[in-house]
């Protein structure tokens, strides 16, 4: 088999972002008497979000930082008086609580299971195992490594590095990398010079100069891609 490593992303790769996101900004905003928190913040917020976690890739900001700025900035726009250290305490622990798996992903995984899986996410330690311990998932992954733990996030090369001493492993031409994110999970597994697999369910344009080794739409063509090597082998 060619591919007899396989390191996947978490969010928006096997678990819906988008819910797992809405649900726990909801029940932050609840917890802190602003019903309609939601509704009112959460375009804001995605959007000031989505520059800090690119910020992160680049290694302008770190985890912890993270964490709270994408909040007080959040609420120093909208004028809201609330801290942002305790709302964002509150929110990871609500993030931790949610468990919104995309259609597919445990049929996937357990017709891929010949292979050696791995999770790889830039996301909070605490969440993401909190997350994968409360899923159907939770004795599914060999490995699971988070940015936080390793001290390296994805693009980084070294992250990958961490990665592979976690597994014992040495070549690179037997592993592939699949995830969402093509600034993060495409381009650091092509900087660790490892086979990438770009899993673009909503036919994104690719506008970045960023090539992944393959681009599919479902999980049925990651299954299709890993039988094809073996074949060819």
Request: one cysteine or more.
């Amino acid at each position: 088999m060619k591919y007899d490593v396989l390191i996947f992303d978490l969010d928006d790769t096997l678990f819906d972002f988008g819910e797992t996101e809405k649900h726990a900004l909801d029940h932050s905003f609840r917890a802190f008497s602003f019903p309609n928190g939601l509704t009112e913040y959460r375009a804001s917020y995605k959007a000031i979000s989505k520059g800090l976690w690119l910020d992160l890739e680049q290694g302008r900001i770190s985890l912890s930082e993270l964490k709270v700025e994408r909040f007080k900035r959040l609420f120093l726009q909208h004028e809201l008086s609330l801290s942002p250290e305790d709302f964002g305490q509150t929110y990871i622990e609500n993030l931790g609580r949610e468990v919104h798996m995309i259609d597919g992903v445990q049929d996937m995984l357990t017709n891929l299971s010949s292979c050696r899986l791995v999770l790889l996410t830039n996301g909070f330690q605490d969440v993401q195992h909190a997350r994968i311990a409360l899923s159907p998932l939770h004795q599914t992954f060999e490995v699971i490594v988070t940015s936080e733990e390793s001290g390296y996030q994805k693009p980084q090369a070294e992250i990958f590095e961490y990665v592979f001493e976690k597994l014992g492993i040495s070549e690179k031409q037997n592993v592939l990398m699949i995830g969402d994110s093509l600034t993060s999970d495409i381009q650091g597994g092509n900087n660790f010079g490892i086979d990438t697999c770009w899993f673009n369910p909503y036919n994104k344009e690719n506008l970045t100069s960023i090539k992944p080794t393959y681009e599919i739409r479902n999980y049925e063509e990651l299954e299709q891609i890993v039988r094809q090597t073996v074949l060819i082998k």
